[in-house]
Nanobody, 125 residues
Framework: VQLQASGGGLVQAGGSLRLSCLASGSITSINNMNWYRQVPGNERELVAQITRAGITRYGDSAEGRFTISRDNAERTVTLTLQMNSLKPEDTAVYYC??????????????????WGQGTLVTVSS
């Protein structure tokens, strides 16, 4: 699975930004999809998650302001993070992430975790 993130940029506090992540490759093996973020010097933080069934959950910092969604097409999956009411503390590099579970030819299951390249979000005060 390949993940390509886009949509980062500079926005003023209180503004909105929409991040997208295009998943391609073995998309039928994708289960959960996630957005993480990381500030230099800090650990990567889970922002939001959406399951294969569309169930969502959010980190405390994102609850009520961010919305995660996914669009499952025939050959690709698009993961989106709509971010509203942005705050300077939302400034970070945002990463999309996917958990996959694939059935191999030998009958074994292989779990994997995939990361896209980060996209920088900067919120000015």
């Amino acid at each position: 699975v390949q993940l390509q993130a886009s949509g980062g940029g500079l926005v003023q506090a209180g503004g909105s930004l929409r991040l997208s992540c295009l998943a391609s490759g073995s998309i039928t093996s994708i289960n959960n999809m996630n957005w993480y973020r990381q500030v230099p010097g800090n650990e990567r933080e889970l922002v939001a998650q959406i399951t294969r069934a569309g169930i969502t959950r959010y980190g405390d910092s994102a609850e009520g302001r961010f919305t995660i969604s996914r669009d499952n097409a025939e050959r690709t999956v698009t993961l989106t993070l709509q971010m509203n009411s942005l705050k300077p503390e939302d400034t970070a590099v945002y990463y999309c992430n996917a958990d996959t579970l694939a059935l191999l030819f030998d009958g074994n299951w292989q779990a994997a975790n995939h990361w896209g390249q980060g996209t920088l979000v900067t919120v000015s005060s």
